[in-house]
């Protein structure tokens, strides 16, 4: 077994960096801005249900999470061909 050192101290790994997101300050800003759009959407809900909003509501969500959520599987193309090695 091979340690390293350096001056009689035995080195460290350095630590992955915590994406923004999953940071204490990103999980109140999510937070902040959720609670801030509900008290919006709350207040000018006359406006939202009285206009075609809620018509292009759907449209809009869909293109969202495709926009968003594809930075979890890698995006498109490369796909799995079988023979990976670990």
């Known amino acids: 077994?091979?340690?390293h050192e350096h001056h009689g101290k035995p080195e460290q790994e350095p630590t992955p960096a915590v994406p923004f997101w999953k940071s204490r300050a990103g999980i109140y800003l999510i937070a902040a801005l959720s609670l801030g759009t509900l008290l919006l959407g709350y207040e000018y809900r006359e406006l939202v249900f009285a206009s075609n909003l809620l018509l292009w509501l759907p449209l809009l969500l869909?293109?969202?999470m495709h926009f968003f959520m594809h930075g979890g599987h890698g995006g498109h193309g490369g796909g799995g061909s079988g023979?990976?090695?670990?």
């Open 62 to 64: 869909c293109v969202g």
């Open 83 to 86: 023979n990976d090695k670990s």
């Open 1 to 3: 077994m091979e340690t």
